[in-house]
């Protein structure tokens, strides 16, 4: 997913070590899942990108400006309305791959504001 992910931003122009930096964190537990959002939202990045319910909980426990897209099982709770994202999460339950082409427009938008 990561070499995906590296591959379609850079078709987009994202040069990883030239204009974008991405951390990456893997969680091991509850306790690392804390202290890495913490960390990451520590580093006051454009964007944090997270992959799984328990770790973007953690992160909007963290951060409610920096924004956040995310893919889990399922996005209840995150957002009020899927399709008009409101505060500073959007993502997709993995059930609704139809829209994927969302995440990449809200990195779009955010690099242009």
Sequence with gaps: ?????????A???????RNVRI?????????S?????????S??????????GQVTREVLQQTRT???VF??????GFVGNISRPEGNATGIGVRYSSVA????????DKTHS
């Design 23 to 31: 951390d990456i964190r893997f969680i091991a537990d509850l306790n």
């Design 66 to 68: 920096i924004p956040i």
């Design 101 to 108: 082409g969302k995440w990449l427009q809200f990195l779009k």
């Design 33 to 41: 899942m804390r202290a890495y959002a913490a960390e990451l939202v």
């Design 43 to 52: 580093l006051d990045p454009d964007v944090i990108f997270t992959v799984g």
């Design 11 to 17: 078709k987009l122009g994202w040069i990883e070590a």
């Design 71 to 76: 893919i889990t099982g399922a996005s209840v």
């Design 1 to 9: 997913m990561i070499a995906a992910f590296r591959e379609e931003l």
